[in-house]
């Protein structure tokens, strides 16, 4: 049998059945594919959207503002490794006279800005959704908010959080692409599906304005 690819409520012995059927099927569906989407949305999170150090397996602050202050985003690899980790490689390095490497991918730490730059790149050709997001928010910074979408759209459709929040930002505001409500949502919901507490609040407060005081405060 055919199952409603929707709702999953429904099976169907044809096509054409499920045609024929769709008129009366179609309320009921658009309600329970609602349903589904909120038991999704209002899940716990396992962790954050910046996940766990790589090395000790201890989880990252959820804070973005201050990510720079508690861990360092390795531009060989892209892994976000967290200050105790990369503090204790430094002193070994330093007790042990050894080059700077990262200390997860031991590769040799860039001396230059230009150096760390080529190796991000190489990140973003690899299609490093980290990376993507970096090279985003620098185009942001330089006012090319046309390049940013570019690159956070890439990162957004291999399932980067940030990206889907930043696409949030630009949908809401207008920028580089049309004011689009809609889409705005969309990816403020998949950011927070995925553990970005920032859209889950941002959510909260589009809830809370529109009268939905019940589902904000989930």
């Known amino acids: 049998l055919k199952i409603c690819t929707a709702c999953k409520l429904v099976r169907y012995c044809s096509v054409k059945c499920q045609k024929d059927h769709r008129s009366k099927h179609k309320r009921a569906c658009k309600k329970r594919v609602a349903e589904l989407r909120d038991e999704i949305l209002f899940q716990q999170p396992e962790s954050s959207n910046f996940g766990d150090c790589p090395i000790c397996c201890l989880p990252h602050p959820i804070d973005r503002t201050n990510l720079s202050c508690h861990a360092t985003v390795m ?7 967290c200050v105790g980790c990369n503090r204790a490689n430094q002193i070994r390095e330093i007790e042990e006279s050894l080059q700077q490497i990262c200390p ?4 040799l730490v860039p001396e230059t800005v230009e150096e760390a730059d080529k190796l991000l790149m190489r990140r973003v050709e690899a299609n490093d959704p980290l990376s993507l997001v970096e090279v985003g928010k620098q185009c942001g910074i330089e006012g090319d908010n046309a390049g940013a979408f570019k690159y956070w759209t890439k990162a957004a459709e291999l399932g980067d959080a940030e ?9 809401h505001d207008g920028k580089a692409v049309e004011k689009d409500r809609k889409k705005a949502v969309y990816h403020l919901e998949h950011s927070a599906i995925a553990g970005h507490h920032y859209a889950r609040y941002n959510l909260g407060c589009i809830d809370q304005n529109t009268g939905r005081i019940e589902r904000a405060v989930k």
């Open 75 to 81: 531009s060989c690899c892209g892994k976000i490794i």
């Open 104 to 107: 997860f991918c031991r590769y």
């Open 163 to 171: 990206a889907h929040f930043c696409l949030f930002i630009l949908y």
